[in-house]
Every structure is written in structure tokens, then in C-alpha cells.
């Protein structure tokens, strides 16, 4: 098979042996109590319970009219305690749902439905309704991403299965233990989007899934299930971060680039993570919304490192020691992998939609170091993965120019946090182009503020 890749990138060491044998472990918080953020990926949702409800697995109790939002469901069943705030992914205080389990297996699933024999809309609100997002990281609601903008044509429908960040395994062993869910999440999202073309790419040191994932595929066609839904394939990819990003992979896999600003569609592509899709298969075959999460806890720190499936909203902190234990010397803890995970102040924030892994690591794999100068080595111009210059646009922000960042590639940048990884003056790029971003937005927000005024004014004028 043809190994494809991108140019750019780095090779961090890979740590993934620590857990890419061991089976996934359903677990359950001690305290029996999870703590569901209120909004999972796109708009703001508002609560439909209160205090005191009891709840069925499976129950939407948030939701948000808006249509780039997702609900999100009762993960267990049980009795609201609380409506509050709470710290979650990225150090921020969210409003969260508290259920206390009550130890009954009551459920509130949706019917199933036959993916290929239902509307396309009947399928765009069944994954709505389902509150499937993207599970890879970004949490993009799934029903945004499988309808295109009018006049796009899907030619291709990606499984992301690269898994680049280093001691993430989760996707690997769901590829492994539900390779027909996988693929059957596959076909469903082909026959959604009309892509023609299904492409699981993973990456080649993972190659021991070649035939596991093929057998799914070729007793997928045994069966068929739907026109067009049955041309699948699996592609290698070079181990190389960050071959897991969205317009890495469809470079890699098609030849194709996503243009500045655009969307996968604009390559005719639609990428979704394999915990998505078995999601997706599990929304249409069993009527199960998306409540539970499979994550990877590992790390120098951490004394037992496993794969885990567990009731979102479950607390981190929640899971030890009981599920793991740690060793001391916690230097950071890391929701998400070391590359692009952020750093928590605590263990006390709860698994959601899109939490791949938690790691627990001590000094020896985080760099603590202080900034230098930079002696403009030009390193990060030759492993960004975006073909950008960040020494430029890091010294465009700092002189304060938000002009000539973006016009060096600031907003196009994935902070994917290789040129940080090879920068020798531990310049801290990624967190600058953060900034930077954000403050782009808030000019763009007040311009746009701006002319809304001057129009109002306006219409205020013409009246009298």
C-alpha cells in the first residue's frame, strides 16, 4: 500500500505504547456523580431540567434553537442536584448539569432508523438530535459538517484515524474493537453527504488495523446496505504530527488543499474522527445519543495508564485512585495530548464530547523553560504543516500590527504547536497567535458594531 503524507511536520516521540495493547475499561465516578456542561460544541444551549427532575439515560436536558448547536443528553440515570458553574477544559467556569446515579438502567433512546431508507433531512435531524459532535477535538456539531454549503459536491469522505498526538490510543483500539461500527459510520455519513468515495486513513504504526479494518469493510459489502455507500477503502499515512489535522489529511489523502479561509467542502472532502462515526452508526442502529466517551489516561505521572469509556461529565478527579493511580511528581495535567491539550489547574473538570485523553506527566516530558530572544533560524518556517512564516507573524504582534500577522497567515494557522515544539528559544508561539486571534475577532466584532451604529443612525435620520 501506498504510504501517503504531507510536507512539514515533526516527530515527537510517540509514548503510545503505554496503553496501545490494553482493552478499554468501562468505568464509573466514585462519587457516582457526573457534572454535564451545559454546551458541548457550537451555540449555547439552555438547560430543560431542573433541580430535583429525575432523569433517564439518554434524556436531552439541554438544547439551544440555534442550528450550528448540538444538545446534550443525561450521560446517567438519576436526579438533578445542581445547576451550576464548574471548571472545565481550558480553565473556564461553565454551567453544568449535576446528576446523581441511581443505579437503574432506565433509558430515553430515540427509535431506530434505517439510514438508508429514511430523507436525507430525516438523517441531517437525526444526528442533531443525536448531539454528535466532532470527537476529535474541535467538537464541530456532526450535522453542520455533513451538510455542506449549497453547490459543494463531496467526492470524498474521510475517517480520521491518524490519532497523530503523541499517547492518544483511544481511536486506534475503537478501530480495533468496533471496526463494523467504524464502518458502518463510514457508509451512513457517505450516504448523508453523497460522497461516492469512503477513506479510512490511519497512520502506519498502525498498520496492524489494515486487516481488521478491511475484513469490516468487506463484510459490510457482503451486506449491502445502500447505492454508493459500499466503495470503502483504508489509506496509510506516514506517522508524522500533525497528520491528524483536517487539511493535513485531505493534502495527504487526495493531493487536494483546503483554500485560506475555506471549509473541507471546498475540496470536495468531509472529514469526521472514528469516534464519531461509530457514534453515528450507534445513532441510527440503536437510537443512542452521544453520552458516553472513550478517553486515554496516561503520562510519566501516572502509575496504571488505561483506556477508558466513561459516562460524560465524569470528573477527572473522580477516577482516582480508583480507575488510576499516580505517582508523584505531577508536573501538568494535560486535557488532551501533550501537542495541542491544554494545561488544567486541576483534576476536577469533566470528560465532554470531545475529550480524546487526559495525561497525567512529570518534568522530564514538559519543557518548563524560559523564553530567549529569537535568533531567526527560520525551524518553524520548515515544519509548519500550513506552509506559514510564524516568526513573522509572532513579530507582527509584537510591534502590534494585526494587519501584517494576518497577512502573513495568522487566522489560516492551526496552532497545532509544531513550531513551538522546535523553536530553540521556547518561544511561546502558540499562545501568542491565541492572542492575536482574539483580538482580531474583537476588532472585527467592534467594526462590525461600528457600521451597524452608522446604519441605524442613518435609518434614524431618513425617518424624520
Given at each position: 500500500?501506498?504510504?501517503?503524507?504531507?510536507?512539514?511536520?515533526?516527530?515527537?516521540?510517540?509514548?503510545?505504547?503505554?496503553?496501545?495493547?490494553?482493552?478499554?475499561?468501562?468505568?464509573?465516578?466514585?462519587?457516582?456523580?457526573?457534572?454535564?456542561?451545559?454546551?458541548?460544541?457550537?451555540?449555547?444551549?439552555?438547560?430543560?431540567?431542573?433541580?430535583?427532575?429525575?432523569?433517564?439515560?439518554?434524556?436531552?436536558?439541554?438544547?439551544?434553537?440555534?442550528?450550528?448547536?448540538?444538545?446534550?443528553?443525561?450521560?446517567?440515570?438519576?436526579?438533578?442536584?445542581?445547576?451550576?458553574?464548574?471548571?472545565?477544559?481550558?480553565?473556564?467556569?461553565?454551567?453544568?448539569?449535576?446528576?446523581?446515579?441511581?443505579?437503574?438502567?432506565?433509558?430515553?433512546?430515540?427509535?431506530?432508523?434505517?439510514?438508508?431508507?429514511?430523507?436525507?433531512?430525516?438523517?441531517?435531524?437525526?444526528?442533531?438530535?443525536?448531539?454528535?459532535?466532532?470527537?476529535?477535538?474541535?467538537?464541530?456539531?456532526?450535522?453542520?459538517?455533513?451538510?455542506?454549503?449549497?453547490?459543494?459536491?463531496?467526492?470524498?469522505?474521510?475517517?480520521?484515524?491518524?490519532?497523530?498526538?503523541?499517547?492518544?490510543?483511544?481511536?486506534?483500539?475503537?478501530?480495533?474493537?468496533?471496526?463494523?461500527?467504524?464502518?458502518?459510520?463510514?457508509?451512513?455519513?457517505?450516504?448523508?453527504?453523497?460522497?461516492?468515495?469512503?477513506?479510512?486513513?490511519?497512520?502506519?504504526?498502525?498498520?496492524?488495523?489494515?486487516?481488521?479494518?478491511?475484513?469490516?469493510?468487506?463484510?459490510l459489502r457482503s451486506n449491502p446496505v445502500g447505492a454508493g455507500a459500499r466503495k470503502i477503502r483504508v489509506q496509510l499515512?506516514?506517522?508524522?504530527?500533525?497528520?491528524?489535522?483536517?487539511?493535513?489529511?485531505?493534502?495527504?489523502?487526495?493531493?487536494?488543499?483546503?483554500?485560506?479561509?475555506?471549509?473541507?467542502?471546498?475540496?470536495?472532502?468531509?472529514?469526521?474522527?472514528?469516534?464519531?462515526?461509530?457514534?453515528?452508526?450507534?445513532?441510527?442502529?440503536?437510537?443512542?445519543?452521544?453520552?458516553?466517551?472513550?478517553?486515554?489516561?496516561?503520562?510519566?505521572?501516572?502509575?496504571?495508564?488505561?483506556?477508558?469509556?466513561?459516562?460524560?461529565?465524569?470528573?477527572?478527579?473522580?477516577?482516582?485512585?480508583?480507575?488510576?493511580?499516580?505517582?508523584?511528581?505531577?508536573?501538568?495535567?494535560?486535557?488532551?495530548?501533550?501537542?495541542?491539550?491544554?494545561?488544567?489547574?486541576?483534576?476536577?473538570?469533566?470528560?465532554?464530547?470531545?475529550?480524546?485523553?487526559?495525561?497525567?506527566?512529570?518534568?522530564?516530558?514538559?519543557?518548563?523553560?524560559?523564553?530567549?530572544?529569537?535568533?531567526?533560524?527560520?525551524?518553524?518556517?520548515?515544519?509548519?504543516?500550513?506552509?506559514?512564516?510564524?516568526?513573522?507573524?509572532?513579530?507582527?504582534?509584537?510591534?502590534?500590527?494585526?494587519?501584517?500577522?494576518?497577512?502573513?497567515?495568522?487566522?489560516?494557522?492551526?496552532?497545532?504547536?509544531?513550531?513551538?515544539?522546535?523553536?530553540?528559544?521556547?518561544?511561546?508561539?502558540?499562545?501568542?497567535?491565541?492572542?492575536?486571534?482574539?483580538?482580531?475577532?474583537?476588532?472585527?466584532?467592534?467594526?462590525?458594531?461600528?457600521?451597524?451604529?452608522?446604519?441605524?443612525?442613518?435609518?434614524?435620520?431618513?425617518?424624520?
Amino acid at each position: 500500500m501506498n504510504i501517503k503524507t504531507f510536507k512539514g511536520g515533526v516527530h515527537p516521540p510517540e509514548r503510545k505504547d503505554l496503553t496501545s495493547g490494553l482493552p478499554v475499561e468501562s468505568c464509573f465516578p466514585s462519587t457516582k456523580t457526573v457534572w454535564i456542561p451545559v454546551t458541548q460544541g457550537g451555540a449555547p444551549n439552555k438547560p430543560l431540567v431542573q433541580v430535583g427532575d429525575t432523569v433517564a439515560r439518554g434524556q436531552k436536558i439541554a438544547e439551544s434553537e440555534a442550528f450550528m448547536s448540538a444538545p446534550v443528553h443525561a450521560s446517567v440515570a438519576g436526579t438533578v442536584k445542581k445547576i451550576e458553574t464548574h471548571l472545565a477544559t481550558g480553565n473556564v467556569d461553565v454551567q453544568c448539569i449535576v446528576i446523581e446515579a441511581d443505579g437503574s438502567d432506565r433509558t430515553d433512546f430515540m427509535p431506530p432508523l434505517d439510514p438508508f431508507t429514511c430523507t436525507r433531512e430525516e438523517s441531517l435531524a437525526r444526528v442533531r438530535a443525536a448531539g454528535l459532535v466532532g470527537m476529535g477535538g474541535a467538537a464541530f456539531p456532526a450535522h453542520v459538517k455533513f451538510n455542506p454549503p449549497k453547490g459543494s459536491k463531496i467526492d470524498f469522505l474521510i475517517a480520521n484515524g491518524a490519532e497523530c498526538e503523541p499517547y492518544l490510543t483511544i481511536d486506534a483500539l475503537t478501530m480495533r474493537d468496533e471496526a463494523a461500527r467504524v464502518v458502518d459510520g463510514v457508509a451512513i455519513a457517505m450516504h448523508i453527504t453523497g460522497a461516492p468515495e469512503g477513506i479510512i486513513a490511519i497512520e502506519d504504526n498502525k498498520a496492524d488495523l489494515v486487516p481488521v479494518l478491511e475484513k469490516a469493510i468487506a463484510d459490510l459489502r457482503s451486506n449491502p446496505v445502500g447505492a454508493g455507500a459500499r466503495k470503502i477503502r483504508v489509506q496509510l499515512l506516514k506517522s508524522k504530527y500533525p497528520q491528524g489535522g483536517e487539511k493535513m489529511l485531505i493534502t495527504a489523502v487526495t493531493g487536494r488543499e483546503v483554500p485560506a479561509g475555506g471549509l473541507p467542502s471546498a475540496a470536495g472532502c468531509a472529514v469526521s474522527n472514528v469516534g464519531t462515526l461509530k457514534a453515528l452508526s450507534e445513532a441510527f442502529r440503536e437510537g443512542k445519543p452521544l453520552i458516553e466517551r472513550g478517553l486515554t489516561l496516561s503520562g510519566g505521572a501516572c502509575a496504571n495508564p488505561k483506556n477508558v469509556l466513561v459516562p460524560i461529565g465524569t470528573l477527572v478527579g473522580d477516577l482516582i485512585p480508583e480507575v488510576v493511580s499516580l505517582n508523584p511528581g505531577v508536573s501538568k495535567i494535560l486535557a488532551g495530548g501533550p501537542m495541542m491539550g491544554i494545561a488544567m489547574k486541576s483534576a476536577s473538570f469533566p470528560v465532554q464530547k470531545n475529550t480524546s485523553g487526559v495525561l497525567f506527566v512529570t518534568d522530564k516530558e514538559t519543557t518548563l523553560l524560559e523564553e530567549t530572544p529569537c535568533i531567526g533560524c527560520g525551524r518553524c518556517m520548515q515544519v509548519c504543516s500550513c506552509r506559514l512564516a510564524p516568526v513573522l507573524i509572532v513579530r507582527a504582534l509584537k510591534a502590534d500590527n494585526l494587519e501584517e500577522a494576518k497577512r502573513c497567515g495568522l487566522m489560516d494557522c492551526i496552532e497545532c504547536g509544531t513550531c513551538a515544539y522546535v523553536c530553540p528559544a521556547r518561544i511561546k508561539l502558540v499562545q501568542r497567535f491565541r492572542i492575536g486571534k482574539a483580538q482580531v475577532r474583537a476588532e472585527t466584532q467592534k467594526q462590525a458594531a461600528k457600521a451597524a451604529a452608522k446604519e441605524a443612525a442613518k435609518a434614524a435620520q431618513g425617518a424624520k
